[in-house]
């Protein structure tokens, strides 16, 4: 099969043999279940339910408040003990249900039941998503109905899924194409059904030939369904960089895939469709790899949202050497966690705990205009220019050059000899700015 890829990028070392062969356990929480109501982006969802309420597994504990915005259903059973400020992954404190789990897992009525899809329609499906709360599994948490809501005479006519997981260590999407490929194509059926003018392509990289192969061979007989092997390169599962790779369409950054024809989904995103519509089961649960060289034993578990990250790490046998940095996600992309007592998210996909931070190691120098970061940069960015404008908050020049368009894949930062921070300024620049942007769209 002839590989496919997109310009610059770069070949950090995959990490990715801790795991790759460890099959997907499931893991039941002991310990309370902790609901923050901002995990997407998005409105903030609004509690449908009340301190001292009992709570079954898969019941809606908040709805979507506006369009952007997602539900949240229990992925335990007990009494809500309380509604209040707690803390998550990235350190804020937000607003969240929490359950006292009387670890019975009792689940709601229906709950796991099957659904043939065929019968319903594609708003019947749109709104099975939304009140399953799912959201993207691979980013930040962006709603799936809304990716899914085409505007009036508008189709795709590619649904890509990103199996690529390009970031190091991670191997849960891994794990889903070999363990569940069944569950995979389902849920490209639920949504091949709903856009009959399109076809699936699912993207891989050639770092897992098993994969590759399963489900080349699982969807020999589904013509609009088809396999697409990708270099492996980082950051391949980028929406832009997987379409570029694919179609070989080029998007601007301000423009939502649907403008080259195309649906980007994550494989777990797929993965929770076809569960949610099939069988009834809203998106409670993800896949965690627990994984670097300072875990006892890395493995991939089946995790139900809520619980604690602690909790789930000391399943994993805990902490066999100290931990420099405890990561949520990926060493790219993922957010370094000042603590463990923050509950697992929709889109959390491992946990990656490193005796040593090669970028934390070495204190920042001057830049010494070598390129390099030029040279891996996916979007065609400069990162020097843009850290001079960024660390002087010089938010013109930033935007000028195209600032808002870095999609913080860490890349500029992995291959700069003098350790600068480029990923870091650019991502609180671009808070700040769509900060300015929010205050000003509020005033006027
Ligand atoms: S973090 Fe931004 S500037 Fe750096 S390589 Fe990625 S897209 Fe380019
Ligand atoms: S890689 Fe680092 S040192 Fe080289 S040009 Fe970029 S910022 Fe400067």
Redesign the pocket.
């Known amino acids: 099969m002839k590989m496919r890829t997109f310009k610059h990028g770069i070949h950090p070392n995959d990490g990715k043999a801790l795991t790759a062969d460890a099959a997907i356990q499931p893991f039941f929480p002991k310990g309370e279940a902790v609901y923050p109501l901002s995990q997407h982006i998005g409105a903030p969802s609004k509690p449908v339910v009340a301190v001292g309420d009992t709570v079954t597994v898969g019941q809606m504990l908040a709805q979507p408040d506006g369009f952007i915005s997602a539900a949240v259903c229990s992925a335990v059973s007990g009494k809500v003990k309380a509604i209040e400020r707690r803390r998550t992954v990235n350190g804020k404190e937000v607003k969240s249900i929490v359950v006292d789990n009387d670890g019975l897992f009792t689940p709601c009525e229906g709950y796991d039941t099957p659904r043939d899809y065929t019968t319903l329609s594609p708003g019947e499906i749109l709104d099975i998503v939304r009140d399953a709360g799912i959201v993207g599994q691979g980013g930040a948490g962006f709603p799936t109905h809304v990716k899914l809501t085409m505007k009036e005479g508008v189709q795709p006519e590619y649904i890509l899924v990103n199996a690529a997981e390009c970031e190091p260590y991670l191997t849960s999407d891994y794990r889903l194409m070999l363990e569940r490929p069944e569950q995979v194509l389902e849920g490209l059926q639920v949504l091949l059904h709903m856009f009959p003018a399109a076809r699936a392509v699912i993207g891989i990289e050639a770092n897992k030939p098993r994969a590759i192969s399963l489900l080349t061979e699982k969807t020999a007989d589904t013509p609009r369904i088809s396999v697409q092997a990708l270099d492996t390169k980082y950051p391949q599962g980028g929406e832009r960089m997987l379409i570029r790779a694919i179609t070989g369409r080029e998007i601007h950054a301000t423009k939502l895939p649907i403008s080259a024809g195309c649906v980007v989904l994550n494989l777990s995103t797929v993965v929770s469709i076809g569960q949610a519509v099939c069988h009834r089961i809203p998106q409670i649960s993800t896949v965690v790899s627990i994984t670097g060289d300072a875990v006892a034993n890395p493995c991939n578990l089946e995790v139900p949202v809520g619980s604690s990250q602690r909790e789930v790490l000391d399943f994993a046998g805990g902490l066999k050497a100290e931990a420099e940095k405890i990561i949520s996600g990926g060493p790219l992309m993922g957010i370094s966690m000042i603590s463990l007592d923050v509950p697992i998210l929709k889109t959390s996909g491992a946990i990656l705990a490193m005796q040593r931070d090669e970028v934390a190691m070495w204190e920042p120098?001057?830049?010494?205009?070598?390129?390099?970061?030029?040279r891996?940069c996916p979007e065609f960015l400069l990162?020097?220019m843009l850290?001079q404008a960024a660390d002087s908050g010089d938010w013109e020049s930033f935007e000028k050059l195209y600032g808002i368009e870095c999609m913080e894949c860490g890349s500029?930062t992995f291959?700069?000899?003098?350790?600068?921070r480029?990923t870091q300024s650019f991502r609180t620049a671009k808070a700040t700015l769509n900060d300015k942007r929010r205050a000003a769209l509020n005033k006027g």
Do not use: H, M
């Not at 291959?415 to 600068?420: F, L």
């Open positions: 120098t001057a830049c010494i205009r070598c390129g390099r970061c030029v891996a990162p020097p850290s500029c291959v700069c000899p003098a350790k600068r480029l």
